[in-house]
């Protein structure tokens, strides 16, 4: 029993885990920096003579041995024990470590220097009394290291090798080169003289080029000179013909038949020798030609005048392609220029001339023709706003009477100090007395209305950045807002943004210009005919005034097929208006491709955004495999609603994607719909949505929903906005502007008629066109069945695989909890998975078994289809 019981208790024995271990290990290394800490307070404590009598004594010995230096020694203990027991077996640690030691000792050496002089009968326990005693100078190491370099190297050599070798300490304990600043600044030295050499090369081979220039003009100079000197008799009088071209041989054929052509060409008096003998009797005639392979006819016997015409056809076509084929090489262009024009007339010499620069001027403006530039429509095609003053200075102080008054009779005494009048809201501007709550104000707001007399009115207490309630009043008459005077605007016009755009005027009358850019995604929502699509006009003709097409692109989606068409054919519309929901989808989708594409290049090229990129591949230097530069895209989506009816899910997370990633990437959304609904701007979409513009709406919950306060209900309607960017502490009241469906299409016609049609973009177009993911979940919306793909499979069945493999366990619970569906939906995932094998069967209240590993079920995901 003895013996059974000492072998059980043998096999119970367990060794410590590795975990384990390394957590004794880390309580001991506390247990010791905490020892060490203890010892080294003591030290500090007792160098200022309140450690006692250990500490007096623990004092004079480190005075002695370093001197003034042991103020400093508690500290750096410490931390050298500390550093080495967080670098435990590092070796950079240890040298570091004796690095700082032998710091200590060269600063002991350089203060024994400096406070006593060097003295040769001195001995070393002299250094370390006076040091214990005075608690200056170096103390013993101190004084040793200087005793033993004085005699050999001096007392300035000593202060020199002290110095250099402290400034090597400190090189190993920091790991910083003194001389690394040094070599940028040779390296900048020398890439400026690299550039001024480069360009300095370029000048002398822009220099040579000129002179080569001027010389093969000065030698042409110099032959129509030497042409028109020599006679033309002499010229058929010299026996000896050099240099002589086809073109001048076959002129000088047709002379024996006497065409009359030719006749005045050549004066009719005797000339000795005369007679044309063929070419291989002419040992000193020379052809210099591009036609060497050209058949010559035998010039022995005289040519009919019957064939003086077909002669003359065939010189054309030979001249014009020796014209048009002349050699680019200097030197031979002068010999050639020289023999072949030698026997032409000044007239043909000059037309040809002339013919040949004007194709050398066709070429290089062929080669160096710019591309075509984007031409702006002129603000003519625009209806200017007509000039209105508002309301009369006599009624706005009626009004403002009003105020004080209404507000006193309720007890509430204010001061109006201004009024803005806008173009349909007039502010005043309320100062009220001490003691006065702001809320009591608030609290009149339908007494203000009924006394004032008009329709609705909106109070915004207090306004931001001033100590005053704003009453805002419309006016008595409106005054619209056009577009032109927006983009006429000084606001507008200085705005180097690219996707800047006019949203309308303040209360003040000032022009408000906002960048998508910044923003950068936009929500507007508002009540049926409250200004939603005028507002969309508004910034689509912005950007087409403001943006080249080859720097911002647009995608339009327009459910409601009759408000975007118009602007189909314009150059910066990607493809064409999308009007199918599901297309829609799919666009939002391909966005969601481009994004990631573009990050993917940006970690390329080791920029962070499409401007940091773009300005990168303008400064490469030319390659074929160059990136291009990258547009803005800008996605303008005209009913959010009907979208989230037909596609929800996908609608719904690409838009997410697309707000909380796509800024950098150039990117950007502007969301429009008409029921601003919480299943329509989702929390997700409302929190990645940072930018809002909120029109009349009909309560006070929606609202909320759009901008997160009440006062969208109290809006008057006609494109009057709560607009509300990032960046705003509250929401500005402005009149949007007013552009008429006549203005947009003439527009749009004059950029398809002066910019030529839209280049839309294939990619996206086949893209929408294979993508079947869409029609998939836009039908399941109808068919009710969108939790099952085509082979009556869950969603989740791959997902749901994976994660019980991971966890090598099996429950519907864990299913329900981890995917967020019901009891049923799990079970049936359940099911799935162990018709497939994955799982084992039911096993009671047990969780069932795990079958396949993680490869084995990839590789049925990818071909279990087939076996089945």
Same mark, same amino acid.
């Given at each position: 029993?003895?013996?059974?019981?000492?072998?059980?208790?043998?096999?119970?024995?367990?060794?410590?885990?590795?975990?384990?271990?390394?957590?004794?290990?880390?309580?001991?290394?506390?247990?010791?920096?905490?020892? $060490?800490?203890? $010892?080294?307070?003591?030290?500090?404590?007792?160098?200022?003579?309140?450690?006692?009598?250990?500490?007096?004594?623990?004092?004079?010995?480190?005075?002695?041995?370093?001197?003034?230096?042991?103020?400093?020694?508690?500290?750096?203990?410490?931390?050298?024990?500390?550093?080495?027991?967080?670098?435990?077996?590092?070796?950079?640690?240890?040298?570091?470590?004796?690095?700082?030691?032998?710091?200590?000792?060269?600063?002991?050496?350089?203060?024994?220097?400096?406070?006593?002089?060097?003295?040769?009968?001195?001995?070393?326990?002299?250094?370390?009394?006076?040091?214990?005693?005075?608690?200056?100078?170096?103390?013993?190491?101190?004084?040793? *290291?200087?005793?033993?370099?004085?005699?050999?190297?001096?007392?300035?050599?000593?202060?020199?090798?002290?110095?250099?070798?402290?400034?090597?300490?400190?090189?190993?304990?920091?790991?910083?080169?003194?001389?690394?600043?040094?070599?940028?600044?040779?390296?900048?030295?020398?890439?400026?003289?690299?550039?001024? +050499?480069?360009?300095?090369?370029?000048?002398?081979?822009?220099?040579?080029?000129?002179?080569?220039?001027?010389?093969?003009?000065?030698?042409?100079? /110099?032959?129509?000179?030497?042409?028109?000197?020599?006679?033309?008799?002499?010229?058929?009088?010299?026996?000896?013909?050099?240099?002589?071209?086809?073109?001048?041989?076959?002129?000088?054929?047709?002379?024996?038949?006497?065409?009359?052509?030719?006749?005045?060409?050549?004066?009719?008096?005797?000339?000795?020798?005369?007679?044309?003998?063929?070419?291989?009797?002419?040992?000193?005639?020379?052809?210099?030609?591009?036609?060497?392979?050209?058949?010559?006819?035998?010039?022995?016997?005289?040519?009919?005048?019957?064939?003086?015409?077909?002669?003359?056809?065939?010189?054309?076509?030979?001249?014009?392609?020796? $014209?048009?084929?002349?050699?680019?090489?200097?030197?031979?262009?002068?010999?050639?220029?020289?023999?072949?024009?030698?026997?032409?007339?000044?007239?043909? +010499?000059?037309?040809?001339?002339?013919?040949?620069?004007?194709?050398?001027?066709?070429?290089?403006?062929?080669?160096?023709?710019?591309?075509?530039?984007?031409?702006?429509?002129?603000?003519?095609?625009?209806?200017?706003?007509?000039?209105?003053?508002?309301?009369?200075?006599?009624?706005?102080?009626?009004?403002?009477?009003?105020?004080?008054?209404?507000?006193?009779?309720?007890?509430?005494?204010?001061?109006?100090?201004?009024?803005?009048?806008?173009?349909?809201?007039?502010?005043?501007?309320? /100062?009220?007395?001490?003691?006065?709550?702001?809320?009591?104000?608030?609290?009149?707001?339908?007494?203000?209305?009924?006394?004032?007399?008009?329709?609705? *009115?909106?109070?915004?207490?207090?306004?931001?950045?001033?100590?005053?309630?704003?009453? @805002?009043?419309?006016?008595?008459?409106?005054?619209?807002?056009?577009?032109?005077?927006?983009?006429?605007?000084?606001?507008? /016009?200085?705005?180097?943004? +690219?996707?800047?755009?006019?949203?309308?005027?303040?209360?003040?009358?000032?022009?408000?210009?906002?960048?998508?850019?910044?923003?950068?995604?936009?929500?507007?929502?508002?009540?049926?005919?409250?200004?939603?699509?005028?507002?969309?006009?508004?910034?689509?003709?912005?950007?087409?005034?403001?943006?080249?097409?080859?720097?911002?692109?647009?995608?339009?989606?327009?459910?409601?097929?009759?408000?975007?068409?118009?602007?189909?054919?314009?150059?910066?519309? *990607?493809?064409?208006?999308?009007?199918?929901?599901?297309?829609?989808?799919?666009?939002?989708?391909?966005?969601?491709?481009?994004?990631?594409?573009?990050?993917?290049?940006?970690?390329?090229?080791?920029?962070?955004?499409?401007?940091?990129?773009?300005?990168?591949?303008?400064?490469?230097?030319?390659?074929?495999?160059?990136?291009?530069?990258?547009?803005?895209?800008?996605?303008?989506?005209?009913?959010?609603?009907?979208?989230?009816?037909?596609?929800?899910?996908?609608?719904?997370?690409?838009?997410?994607?697309?707000?909380?990633?796509?800024?950098?990437?150039?990117?950007?959304?502007?969301?429009?719909?008409?029921?601003?609904?919480?299943?329509?701007?989702?929390?997700?979409? +409302?929190?990645?949505?940072?930018?809002?513009?909120?029109?009349?709406?009909?309560?006070?919950?929606?609202?909320?929903?759009?901008?997160?306060?009440?006062?969208?209900?109290?809006?008057?309607?006609?494109?009057?906005?709560?607009?509300?960017?990032?960046?705003?502490?509250?929401?500005?009241?402005?009149?949007?502007?007013?552009?008429?469906?006549?203005?947009?299409?003439?527009?749009?016609?004059?950029?398809?008629?002066?910019?030529?049609?839209?280049?839309?973009?294939?990619?996206?177009?086949?893209?929408?066109?294979?993508?079947?993911?869409?029609?998939?979940?836009?039908?399941?919306?109808?068919?009710?069945?969108?939790?099952?793909?085509?082979?009556?499979?869950?969603?989740?069945?791959?997902?749901?695989?994976?994660?019980?493999?991971?966890?090598?366990?099996?429950?519907?619970?864990?299913?329900?909890?981890?995917?967020?569906?019901?009891?049923?939906?799990?079970?049936?995932?359940?099911?799935?998975?162990?018709?497939?094998?994955?799982?084992?069967?039911?096993?009671?209240?047990?969780?069932?078994?795990?079958?396949?590993?993680? @490869?084995?079920?990839?590789?049925?995901?990818?071909?279990?289809?087939?076996?089945?």
């Amino acid at each position: 029993m003895a013996a059974k019981s000492t072998k059980k208790r043998k096999t119970t024995t367990k060794k410590p885990t590795k975990k384990q271990q390394q957590e004794n290990a880390a309580i001991r290394d506390e247990i010791c920096i905490l020892c $060490v800490l203890a $010892v080294c307070i003591l030290l500090l404590i007792s160098n200022f003579g309140i450690g006692g009598m250990v500490g007096e004594a623990v004092s004079s010995v480190l005075f002695g041995l370093f001197g003034w230096i042991a103020y400093l020694i508690p500290v750096l203990i410490f931390s050298v024990v500390a550093f080495l027991i967080s670098n435990r077996g590092n070796s950079h640690a240890y040298i570091k470590s004796i690095a700082l030691f032998v710091l200590v000792v060269l600063l002991a050496t350089l203060l024994e220097l400096i406070m006593n002089p060097y003295d040769a009968t001195a001995g070393l326990m002299t250094y370390y009394h006076q040091s214990s005693v005075n608690r200056t100078a170096g103390g013993l190491f101190g004084g040793f *290291l200087m005793k033993l370099l004085c005699p050999l190297i001096g007392k300035a050599g000593t202060y020199v090798v002290v110095i250099v070798l402290a400034i090597v300490c400190v090189i190993l304990i920091t790991e910083k080169s003194l001389l690394k600043p040094l070599g940028r600044k040779s390296k900048v030295v020398y890439e400026d003289a690299k550039k001024l +050499k480069e360009t300095t090369a370029i000048k002398s081979a822009q220099k040579r080029a000129a002179q080569k220039k001027e010389k093969t003009a000065r030698l042409e100079e /110099q032959a129509k000179e030497q042409q028109s000197t020599v006679s033309k008799p002499t010229q058929k009088r010299n026996k000896k013909v050099s240099g002589v071209s086809f073109a001048t041989t076959l002129l000088e054929t047709p002379i024996r038949g006497k065409s009359p052509e030719l006749k005045e060409l050549i004066p009719e008096e005797p000339v000795e020798d005369m007679s044309i003998k063929p070419l291989d009797e002419m040992p000193e005639l020379t052809i210099e030609s591009p036609f060497d392979d050209v058949d010559v006819p035998d010039m022995s016997e005289p040519v009919p005048e019957t064939e003086t015409m077909a002669v003359e056809e065939a010189i054309a076509p030979i001249e014009s392609v020796s $014209v048009s084929e002349e050699p680019e090489e200097t030197d031979m262009t002068e010999t050639t220029t020289k023999q072949t024009r030698k026997h032409s007339s000044p007239e043909e +010499k000059a037309a040809v001339t002339k013919e040949t620069e004007s194709v050398e001027a066709a070429v290089q403006a062929q080669n160096t023709a710019p591309a075509k530039k984007y031409l702006t429509p002129p603000l003519d095609l625009l209806k200017k706003g007509k000039a209105s003053g508002g309301d009369s200075n006599a009624h706005l102080r009626a009004t403002a009477m009003k105020l004080e008054q209404t507000l006193l009779n309720f007890g509430v005494k204010v001061h109006v100090t201004n009024a803005s009048c806008g173009p349909a809201v007039t502010r005043y501007e309320l /100062q009220p007395e001490q003691g006065v709550k702001v809320s009591k104000i608030v609290g009149l707001a339908d007494d203000i209305k009924l006394n004032l007399a008009v329709s609705d *009115l909106r109070i915004e207490a207090p306004i931001p950045g001033k100590a005053a309630v704003g009453i @805002e009043v419309p006016n008595e008459e409106n005054t619209a807002v056009m577009l032109r005077d927006l983009l006429e605007a000084p606001e507008f /016009q200085k705005s180097k943004a +690219k996707l800047a755009f006019a949203v309308g005027k303040d209360i003040a009358g000032k022009v408000i210009v906002a960048d998508i850019a910044k923003m950068p995604h936009l929500l507007v929502a508002g009540a049926t005919g409250s200004g939603k699509s005028v507002c969309i006009n508004t910034i689509i003709m912005s950007l087409i005034y403001k943006a080249d097409p080859e720097d911002v692109k647009l995608i339009m989606v327009d459910p409601k097929v009759v408000e975007l068409n118009v602007y189909n054919g314009i150059p910066h519309l *990607l493809i064409p208006v999308v009007t199918d929901p599901r297309k829609a989808a799919g666009a939002l989708n391909w966005a969601v491709a481009e994004m990631m594409k573009r990050y993917q290049l940006f970690a390329e090229y080791n920029v962070r955004d499409l401007k940091g990129f773009n300005e990168k591949v303008s400064n490469l230097e030319p390659a074929e495999n160059n990136p291009k530069k990258m547009a803005q895209i800008v996605i303008i989506v005209d009913e959010l609603a009907d979208l989230m009816m037909v596609a929800p899910k996908d609608v719904e997370g690409a838009i997410c994607r697309l707000a909380q990633l796509a800024r950098a990437a150039g990117i950007h959304l502007i969301l429009a719909t008409q029921r601003p609904s919480v299943n329509v701007i989702t929390g997700l979409i +409302k929190a990645n949505m940072p930018s809002r513009i909120a029109f009349a709406v009909s309560s006070g919950v929606d609202s909320r929903t759009i901008i997160d306060m009440n006062g969208a209900e109290k809006l008057l309607g006609k494109g009057d906005m709560l607009f509300y960017p990032t960046g705003y502490p509250k929401p500005v009241r402005v009149q949007g502007s007013f552009v008429s469906d006549k203005e947009v299409q003439q527009v749009v016609d004059y950029l398809i008629n002066q910019n030529g049609g839209a280049n839309y973009s294939s990619d996206l177009e086949e893209h929408l066109s294979n993508d079947n993911s869409v029609e998939l979940s836009g039908s399941a919306v109808f068919s009710g069945n969108s939790s099952e793909t085509e082979d009556n499979r869950d969603h989740y069945f791959a997902d749901a695989g994976f994660f019980i493999i991971e966890k090598e366990k099996a429950s519907i619970g864990m299913l329900q909890r981890m995917f967020k569906i019901g009891f049923n939906r799990a079970a049936r995932i359940m099911d799935q998975l162990a018709e497939a094998q994955v799982v084992g069967p039911e096993e009671g209240t047990k969780p069932r078994k795990v079958l396949m590993t993680k @490869e084995e079920f990839e590789e049925y995901l990818g071909t279990g289809k087939k076996e089945d």
